[in-house]
């Protein structure tokens, strides 16, 4: 911990005077704070803020009602009454705790459902349910690969796959986002080595999509195995939402690790791993965030089995979603806004800098849309954003009230004139 005090910070007051006092620990936390109370200090309180209650696409914050265009739940499966009352099921026949940990006395049959629904669902022999999303990445990387592998991810990954990456004790390496030559460089030079080659599927703070079916002929040419994070693309890309795999439509064997969210598309909350039955085997016997952490609760498996089941049923979601996401990046781009090239829920509306992007905001929340600033080192720091989502709970007609304050903002900035916004198709 000490080592990473930044130098000024009470670690280094220490080295010179004596033992730490409590205020000298305070006083560093603080210091790493300046910049958010720099934000609220100026009027720009909007991060963490507390939401009521939500139906459909609104959300209600304090005593306003506020069109939700933050949301992970791109399928608007949140609050539904159906997955409300598997939950509630699920309740009535476990409770809401589990008796421990999965190994010990924590397994439910709804585990094992579960289980069986996701690697059906991804056309693998099993899967293994963790209690989050940010464990899953954390412990089943460092599972993998330990000391003597390589472990290769592209430069945007999500930080949990990066703290499993670090936590593995693996050689660990970067290559720039989507650099399929950088990443045929250092496969090549690991070439006979235990190689973990990791990628999301769609890029959180970008949108994008990688590039897989060249990332599996350079896994397959090299020896490595292939790990593919879903968390941003299950139930928004391929044509019934069913992930990277559907869109590119690639075999069943071309990503050997599959993992999940179950708290984005599916309304609940956990993650998982769909793969080769070796490897949920040894993953449920040495990822140690899965065999010494409480199993997750009945009330989030029964609700995250009736999303898959609305997923497979309702086929139009993914779809409709889609067409959303089109109307509200080309009335964007039409009043001049940057977004960069999105196929995924999750709509960059870039900004020159942090102030602009702040005021961009408050002006969103106070004219009834919730959206939320992005910062370094979220993402880079010359590319501040409003990270809007699209969900398939809003109508046509949200989003082009939700373009009419892009719009007026537009305007107020002077960044495009009367320009008339023509969305629907
Ligand atoms: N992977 C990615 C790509 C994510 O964006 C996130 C969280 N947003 C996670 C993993 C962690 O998932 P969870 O929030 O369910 O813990």
Redesign the pocket.
């Known amino acids: 911990f000490l080592s990473r005090c930044a130098p000024g910070s009470a670690a280094d007051a220490g080295a010179n005077r004596g033992p730490l006092s409590q205020e000298d620990y305070l006083g560093f936390y603080k210091d790493k704070l300046k910049r958010f109370h720099h934000f609220r200090e100026a009027g720009h309180d909007y991060f963490g803020t507390p939401i009521g209650h939500q139906q459909g696409s609104y959300v209600q914050v304090g005593d306003r009602k506020m069109l939700m265009m933050a949301s992970?739940s791109y399928l608007g499966l949140i609050n539904r009454p159906e997955v409300n009352q598997a939950a509630e099921e699920a309740i009535q026949s476990y409770g809401t705790g589990a008796h421990g940990v999965r190994l010990l006395a924590g397994t439910f049959d709804a585990h094992r459902e579960l289980e069986k629904e996701i690697a059906d669902f991804f056309h693998a022999d099993d899967a293994i349910v963790y209690s989050?999303?940010?464990?899953?990445?954390m412990a089943t990387v460092a599972a993998l690969v330990g000391k003597g592998d390589v472990v290769i991810g592209d430069e945007l990954n999500?930080a949990?796959?990066v703290d499993g990456c670090q936590f593995s004790a693996a050689t660990f390496l970067m290559f720039p986002h989507n650099n399929l030559q950088a990443l045929e460089a250092q496969l090549k030079e690991h070439s006979g080595k235990r190689i973990l080659v990791i990628v999301?599927a769609v890029y959180?703070m970008e949108g994008d999509v990688a590039p897989l079916p060249e990332i599996v002929q350079l896994c397959r040419q090299y020896g490595a195995m292939l790990m593919v994070?879903e968390?941003?693309s299950l139930g928004v890309i391929g044509e019934y939402g069913r992930g990277i795999q559907e869109y590119f439509n690639l075999p069943d064997d071309a990503i050997d690790i599959k993992?999940g969210?179950?708290?984005?598309s599916i309304a609940s909350?956990?993650?998982f791993i769909a793969a080769r039955q070796e490897i949920i085997d040894y993953l449920k016997c040495n990822a140690r965030g899965f065999i010494f952490s409480a199993s997750l609760p009945a009330a989030q498996v029964g609700a995250a089995r009736k999303c898959f089941e609305i997923i497979r049923r309702e086929k139009h979601l993914a779809g409709h979603l889609r067409k959303l996401r089109d109307q509200f990046v080309n009335g964007l781009r039409q009043l001049g806004y940057e977004v960069p090239p999105t196929e995924s829920a999750v709509v960059p509306i870039i900004f020159p800098t942090e102030q602009e992007t702040l005021e961009a905001t408050g002006y969103c929340r106070d004219n009834g849309l919730f959206v939320v600033p992005v910062f370094y080192p979220a993402v880079p720091m010359d590319k501040p954003r409003i990270r809007a989502t699209v969900t398939a709970s809003l109508t046509e007609d949200d989003v082009d009230a939700a373009l009419s304050v892009f719009q007026a903002l537009a305007i107020a900035r002077g960044q495009s004139g009367e320009k008339k916004v023509t969305t629907k198709d």
Not at 132 to 137: D, E, Q, Y
Not at 261 to 264: F, M, R, V
Request: glycine share 14%.
């Open positions: 992970y989050s999303g940010f464990m899953t990445n999500h949990s796959i999301d959180s994070d968390a941003h993992m969210t179950l708290s984005k909350c956990g993650g």
